[in-house]
């Protein structure tokens, strides 16, 4: 290598996506230094407000789900979504949601029976970030450069050396690393410099969002509901969304811009929206925390790769952000890149392991910015009636059908069992397919099977453990008790493969499980499934999931 790396992989940018995968590479035994423009544990923008299934099951991994699960609102505060017309005003439809404190144990809810040891957590990301970066910033082998500017790079056959400095300019040095990820937002400078493109829908809606500060909102509420985590409002005069920050009376505002307004952003006066969503009138005093205007897109980059320098996150693809999809779509990029580097750090896995990166994250995250979109598109043209403020029989059956309508369009989003668990991998030159077609999904609705690429459905084993936390660091068989796995386990440790095996008693394991080996990797995917495979037939097998072939 020219000149020696001062770390294994360089990452540029410390949001979740960014923080996250320095802590899993740090939990493989790769060095990393992560740069960033923002002071230590400086507060990030109001954004993201939930951390999905698949994350929580990362974070599980990693150690520190219960931490998060206990940050953000108070544990007894309800997840609940409520459609109303005001914040203020009548409440149309809920969908319940457990509140953290009950996330184990509640039955009532759509994503209560979810097949997960854990379920998703609602934590507005200023709770997120700074729980991710105080692990990382004591996580073995990873270095921190807090406010500090990305220039530039250049990368040869064996690394890539990045030109930095300090904020203000001064002190301009270079870092060498192996490989380098840019996990640095929706203007990323890496995915300028390796030239991708992002194309798709660059406007879809235009948004106000403000942060407020308004604790005595809640006594103006109905004290016959429940407190609610988001609310989403609908009258003749604003449709908004809102969401409770910390439980005590601080709350995100979302102004959604009609087409007309569109035009002119600027001429939408913010405070009257604001009032109109909450249903309170100028007497009413909150203070404004901050404020961000910004455009609801569908894009995604044509390469989420140039030789040793990845893009990751929003670098990579940028949509609507319902339902905190954005932000969890690109961890799971992330942490399926950092298994890859894993791999080939470690020694056992070829240079070409790492093309699964793109082949995999890519159409998927096509996939979710559509469902994004379509989802967006229905939300903006809602069909409000006309009586759904009126008193009367007119105005209660108004509200009981709009209701129930907007919650059904919603419940999917707020409950997508299918963009958890649901998408499947089916291009990947790491997975060993059989020829039987993974089963569709919804944003809401998934079906659970073994077939390659898709996530092996959970189980909960007879000793109360989870499959999921029994998985080996590379590779594991799930089988039958005396099942004759040792010759996969001979040609693994030939190669240096991690590999261990869970057998599971008889009936112990769902109908979806309906071979006698199934090969599943730490990130959940069903690789391979069979019979015992003889030695030429292990090796072979071996040798196309370390990238060789």
Known sequence: MTGTPDADVLIIGAGPVGLLAALDLSSRGVSVIVVETRDFLEPP???????????????RRLGIAAEVR??????????DVAFRTSLTGAELSRIPIPASGERYTATVGPDTSWATPEPP??????????????????????????RTRFHSFVQDDEGVTATISDLDGRNERTVRARYLIGADGGRSAVR??????????PVLQHVQSTCIRAPHLYALMSADEPRAWGYYTFNPRRIGHVYAID????????TYLSPEEAADPGSVDRDAAIRAILGVDEDFAYDVVSKEDWVARRLL???????????????CHLWVPFAGFGMNAGIADVLNLTWLLGARLAGWADERILDAYEAERRPITEQVSHFAMRHQQKLAKPGLPAAIEDEGPAG???????GAAVRELNEPQFAAAGLNYGYSYDASPIIRYDGETAPGYTMGTYTPSTVPGCRAPHVR??????????????????CAPGAPVAVLAAAAELRGIPFAVVETAAGELPAEYDRPITLVRQDQTVVWRGAPPTAPEAAALWELLRGAV
């Open 396 to 402: 209660d059956e108004a509200r009981r059908t709009f």
């Open 45 to 59: 923008d109001v954004k993201c407000n939930h951390v999905a299934s698949r994350t929580m099951e990362s974070l």
């Open 247 to 254: 439980g005590t009376g601080t709350f995100l505002v979302h």
């Open 192 to 201: 300028k410099q390796i030239g991708a493109k992002l194309s798709g829908d």
């Open 461 to 478: 084993l007879a000793d109360g453990t989870s499959l999921y936390d029994r998985l080996s660091p590379g590779y594991t068989a799930v």
């Open 70 to 79: 206990a940050a953000g609102l108070p544990a007894y505060y309800p997840q």
């Open 121 to 146: 957590h609602r934590i507005n990301q200023t709770f997120l970030e700074p729980i991710l970066a105080r692990h990382a910033a004591e996580a073995p082998g990873v270095t921190l450069l807090n």
């Open 301 to 315: 980059a044509d390469r989420f790769r140039v030789g040793r320098v990845f893009i990751a996150g929003d670098a």
